[in-house]
């Protein structure tokens, strides 16, 4: 696609439940990485993949959190048992091969009440 | 643990003005630095990057980047309401396995008509 997509955009769950975010990255970019950014926050590293396999899950908060890639273009983050504390917009980015220019989707806005 | 500082601001200039924006880095293997553009509710948006020291102009902006102080900066000339914002500031890394961006929390810029 042209950009990066990314659904739902808005998502209110309630806290136990688990959630799903999608992203679909830029066509041909190899690589895609999620990050969180909460209220009036900076970014904050989740993970990366190059292709479907992840390099660097090192920002994953917790075990509740994981991240998988098929086909090397959609990845889907799942949230188990949400908390009140994963409430955040959750960005997904893609990158070419090579390249570490990252262009972001709009976000996956998650409030867990 | 690597990391990118920037003041959050808000820093506030009157239209016209520059706007000069600080960012320190302290991963003295990084190699490009990228400044990105977040509007209130909005996802960031790549507004120049930089790799050399020196200077790199694109219409009304300017990054400045000084390796040796591990310092960027951005420059805003002729600022407009339009640049009100929070500016992101991120350097690359070179940790095995790392492609990710690392980010500063944002300089929120206010623009005064």
């Known amino acids: 696609g042209a950009g990066v997509s990314q659904s739902p955009s808005n998502k209110v769950t309630e806290k136990g439940k688990d959630v799903e975010l999608r992203c679909d990255p830029i066509s041909g970019h190899t690589a895609l990485y999620w990050y969180r950014q909460s209220l009036g926050q900076g970014l904050e590293f989740l993970i990366y993949f190059q292709g479907n396999s992840a390099p660097d899950k090192s920002g994953l908060p917790s075990d509740r959190f994981s991240a998988e890639r098929t086909g090397g273009s959609v990845s889907t983050l799942t949230i188990q048992r949400t908390q009140q504390e994963d409430s955040a917009v959750y960005l997904c980015?893609?990158?070419?091969?090579?390249?570490?220019?990252?262009?972001f989707g709009e976000g996956s806005w998650l409030t867990v009440v | 643990q690597k990391e990118v500082e920037q003041n959050s601001g808000p820093l506030s200039v009157p239209e016209g003005a520059i706007a000069s924006l600080n960012c320190t880095y302290s991963?003295?293997?990084?190699?490009?630095f990228f400044w990105y553009r977040q509007y209130s509710g909005k996802s960031p948006e790549l507004i120049m990057f930089?790799?050399?020291?020196g200077d790199k102009e694109d219409g009304r902006f300017t990054a400045q980047l000084n390796k040796a102080s591990q310092y960027v900066s951005l420059l805003i000339r002729d600022s407009q309401p339009s640049d009100s914002a929070t500016y992101l500031c991120?350097?690359?890394?070179?940790?095995?396995?790392?492609?990710?961006?690392?980010f500063g929390s944002g300089t929120r810029l206010q623009v005064q008509p």
């Open positions: 980015a893609s990158s070419s091969d090579g390249g570490n220019t990252i262009y």
């Open positions: 991120a350097s690359d890394s070179m940790d095995t396995g790392r492609r990710a961006l690392t």
């Open positions: 991963d003295r293997g990084s190699q490009s």
């Open positions: 930089i790799y050399s020291n």
